[in-house]
């Protein structure tokens, strides 16, 4: 008789977060019940996973499959994988770096970079491993890595054996600088390339490790780092080769008010003119931060199709804004949410970017306007947007990729909290991933992480770390 590989029954389950109340819902319906009739989330329910896919849902009364093994998720809430799409792993080896955490952007860069110059492929394999499995814990099913210091060959061949190993989904982005000091840039001349190596580099990490099928659990994006770090030509021509392989197309942009004044006065625009002018206002290009583009600039890019990365922690830590997602989601712009690098936001927890995200939605349009399910949405449906992936991933139908995580059910912090399991999980907190399925695998389980090299890599990375640091 056929059984599918696993069933979890007895949750609160959000098959897809919704971003608004349907316009039918009275005045007297709550968001629970909106949310649930429209068929996006069943309280009592049970979900099957079967070859790394969602086999089938079903409320409590509907008839269960037979399953080789059963996890009882006891009235907790099962939500979709959040997805990452914009981090730097490798800085967790420089996390909370006392010399650099006082600066603006630009002096926290130029303060890092030599720093950076140390990083190798055992470094790089141990910052990747530890932030998969830092993000696993915070919820984190799929993330991107942008990857733009190259002091040596084949890092990201190295972070690609750390997800590997792990099962972690991944998508890497090749990034890239050349425009160091010497030429009117922020980093030093031993951690830029020139163009051509950057560019046979990209075309052979697309040919080893990109995976277009559906179920991948690798792709590549392309991602020159920022318009302060490359050429203009760097820029144009790596747009052209995603349009050859078609592959999506990420960089920095908007994020510091320093850019702007940088732009014009090396480029003669404003960086959202830059990006149109160097062929990326593309539905492949998705950008990180984008605090800082006009209305008008904002319609044009969201016309475009190009969509946004949220990074709350790093915004306020850094800059002191964030992009405004529920005014650029109105103009059809996706908004996903990211971490950012483990420097900057010295933390890598997909639910506590999403309890951000929520923060700053009310902050900028108050209590009425702004919930958890949006923020939820944000880091599920908006962030698969962004790395082109949403026909499969960031939503629990079946067909759709079995990435998803049964989250702690009432810890101490979430007592008292029983009308709306969503708003509930959102604002209490911190929430911690209880179960963690990634294609079906189960890597995490009664919140321990099922890791095989994990105590000796956390030893290694210290090691690795220290010396960065030019510690004992
Ligand atoms: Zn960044």
């Given amino acids: 008789m056929f059984a599918v ?94 010399p650099a955490v006082n600066g603006s952007l630009f002096q926290w860069l130029t303060t890092l970079y030599p720093k950076w110059a140390a990083l190798d492929q055992e470094s790089v394999y141990l910052s990747t491993y530890i932030a998969a499995a830092e993000l696993i814990r915070g919820g984190c099913t799929t993330s991107s890595d942008h990857m733009y210091v190259h002091p040596q060959p084949r890092l990201i061949d190295a972070q690609i054996r750390a997800v590997e190993e792990i099962g972690f989904r991944f998508m890497a982005n090749r990034g890239s600088m050349t425009r160091s000091v010497e030429d009117g840039g922020l980093p030093p001349a031993s951690v830029v390339q020139d163009e051509e190596t950057i560019l046979e580099d990209s075309e052979r990490l697309i040919a080893a490790w990109h995976d277009p099928s559906p179920g991948a659990m690798t792709r590549v994006a392309l991602a020159p780092c920022s318009m302060f770090s490359v050429t203009e030509d760097i820029m144009r021509e790596t747009a052209l080769l995603a349009e050859k392989h078609d592959v999506r197309l990420h960089t920095h942009l908007a994020e510091d008010r320093d850019e702007d004044t940088y732009a014009l006065e090396v480029y003669g625009r404003r960086p959202v003119e830059y990006l149109e002018d160097v062929g990326w206002a593309t539905d492949r290009t998705w950008v990180a931060h984008y605090v800082y583009g006009s209305q008008e600039e904002s319609r044009r890019l969201a016309a475009a199709g190009v969509s946004a990365t949220q990074c709350p922690s790093s915004n306020m830590i850094l800059c ?4 405004d997602a529920k005014t650029l989601r109105s103009m059809g712009m996706s908004i996903g949410i990211g971490c950012d690098g483990s420097a900057s936001a010295d933390s890598a927890d997909l639910w506590q970017e999403t309890r951000g995200a929520m923060l700053l939605g009310r902050l900028k349009h108050g209590p009425a306007l702004f919930s958890a399910r949006d923020a939820l949405n944000m ?94």
């Fill in 5 to 98: 590989e696993t069933l979890i029954t007895n949750a609160y389950l959000v098959l897809e977060a919704s971003s608004e109340v349907p316009p039918d819902a009275g005045p007297e319906m709550t968001q629970v019940q909106a949310a649930h009739d429209a068929g996006r989330e069943i309280d009592g329910g049970w979900i099957a996973l079967d070859q790394g896919r969602v086999h089938s849902v079903g409320a409590a009364a509907d008839p269960q499959p037979q399953a080789q093994r059963t996890v009882d998720a006891q009235g907790r809430l099962i939500t979709p994988g959040l997805i990452n799409t914009h981090h730097h792993m490798y800085q967790n080896l420089t996390r909370a770096y006392a």
């Fill in 320 to 323: 002191g804004d964030a992009a």
């Fill in 379 to 472: 880091a599920t449906r908006g962030s698969a947007a962004n790395l082109g992936w949403d026909d499969e991933l960031g939503r629990l139908r079946p067909g759709d990729c079995a990435d998803l995580v049964v989250w702690e059910s009432a810890p101490l912090t979430q007592l008292g909290s029983f009308t709306d399991p969503v708003e509930g999980w959102l604002r209490s907190g911190p929430a911690r991933a209880w179960h963690t399925f990634i294609g079906g695998r189960h890597v995490l389980d009664s919140g321990e992480l099922q890791l095989a090299a994990l105590e000796e890599n956390i030893v290694g990375h210290s090691r690795a770390a220290r010396a960065m640091q030019g510690l004992s």
